[in-house]
């Protein structure tokens, strides 16, 4: 069974910074696709940032280039997102994903609150 347990969301003010932390059990972190999207209510949820299996290629949405940073820990299974220079912008459920063949698994959500 795999899970996926995001944590590290917040309310936060403009210009400050957070980290997500994305803890996955069942399937290693290390040889999967794995990202972060987000979803604001009514929006369709968007890529935020992920890695590929082979750590070789890493993406971001323009919104966050120079502002977020994906990363991952294969010792903890872990993956984090490092956001700085927050803008109201980013507020958003901030969701942990990971691609395992055919397979997509997603976690809870975080939430993630920036106040102007």
């Known amino acids: 069974q795999v899970q996926l347990v995001e944590s590290g969301g917040g309310l936060v003010q403009a210009g400050g910074s957070l980290r997500l932390s994305c803890v996955a059990s069942?399937?290693?972190?290390?040889?999967?696709?794995v990202g972060w999207y987000r979803q604001v209510p009514g929006n369709q949820r968007e890529l935020v940032a992920a890695i590929n299996s082979g750590g070789g290629s890493i993406n971001y949405a323009d919104s966050v280039k120079g502002r977020f940073t994906i990363s991952r820990n294969n010792v903890k299974n872990t993956v984090y997102l490092q956001m700085n220079s927050l803008k109201p912008e980013d507020t958003a459920v901030y969701y942990c994903s990971l691609r395992s063949g055919w397979d997509d698994y997603w976690g809870q959500g975080t939430q993630v609150t920036v106040s102007s």
């Open positions: 069942g399937r290693t972190v290390s040889n999967n696709y």
